[in-house]
């Protein structure tokens, strides 16, 4: 059993990234995907603790893309830190969301909600960590919303008060800097999309004509009929049906590394298939 989406408060989870490790062997994982948000920063700690464990990490992240105007998440494996053409945009996007945070701090300032900066940052331990969930946090404890999801519902989420885009690129510009950095990329829970069968099929032959090497088919928290729906489609555009929990620790308290919601199990050949596709 193998677990390829994961994250650490090296993004927006709640635990350090040896946790992450300690948690995939709990759940007698042989391998994981550490896939925080636009870092890969997070690959040395839990590589170092996966291997004390005899865990195998798969190095990757995920990014947030535009496409047929909503967002796409892209998981991208096989890329570790250091320099390249990836890891490049990774740092313009980090750099961005230094921005953003910013200029959301201002929104909700002028919004009435005395929020700083510092205190953004001691919230998520640091800079590059920082963003929404983080955000939510603060508000809750400002007493400007409820709960989390209600902190996105009333000021952070697309086209409420608090909200600022931010900078995206596409799945193909993605696609096309991960295989030049020696990696693959995969379509990560393709039911957010929120397009009609028909549709998405048409997305993700398009998008496997781009590149991309594998759909998310096997998701924490999709159904047995979801999964099996997705893999169908997975196999139909020759792609490779990959899975993982998606787990962020408290952010998600409903999903465990490995497990999901209780009932997946990723089998071990999804990552020898991937592992066949990466560029010579």
Request: hydrophobic share 40%; with cysteine; aromatic share 4%.
């Amino acid at each position: 059993m193998i677990d390829l989406h994961t994250h650490s408060v090296r993004s927006d989870g709640s635990d350090p990234p040896a946790r992450v490790a300690e948690l995939a062997a709990q759940a007698r994982c042989s391998a994981f995907a550490l896939t925080d948000h636009d870092t890969l920063a997070g690959q040395a700690e839990a590589g170092r603790r996966a291997a004390e464990l005899g865990v195998e990490l798969v190095p990757g992240c995920e990014v947030s893309c535009a496409f047929a105007g909503t967002s796409a998440h892209i998981l991208c494996y096989f890329v570790t830190d250091g320099e390249g053409p990836l890891q490049d945009e990774l740092g313009r996007l980090r750099g961005d969301r230094v921005a953003r945070n910013k200029q959301m701090i201002d929104r909700l300032n002028g919004l009435g909600i005395p929020v700083t900066y510092d205190e953004l940052l001691e919230q998520a331990g640091g800079e590059e960590n920082a963003g929404r969930p983080h955000f939510a946090e603060l508000l809750v404890r400002h007493g400007a919303a409820d709960s989390i999801p209600d902190a996105f519902e009333r000021w952070l989420a697309s086209g409420k008060p608090a909200y600022i885009p931010k900078a995206r690129v596409t799945p193909e510009q993605v696609t096309d800097l991960a295989r030049a950095s020696g990696g693959v990329t995969v379509l990560a829970h393709p039911l957010t999309l929120g397009l009609e069968p028909r549709d998405l099929e048409r997305a993700v032959v398009d998008l496997a004509a781009a590149g991309l090497t594998g759909l998310e088919s096997f998701y924490g928290r999709y159904s047995h009929d979801e999964r099996s729906n997705l893999a169908d489609l997975a196999r139909r555009t020759g792609l490779v049906a990959t899975g993982g929990s998606d787990y962020h620790g408290a952010t998600k308290p409903d999903l465990a590394v490995g497990t999901g919601r209780g009932d997946l199990k990723v089998p071990d050949n999804v990552l020898d298939n991937l592992v066949a596709r990466r560029p010579g």
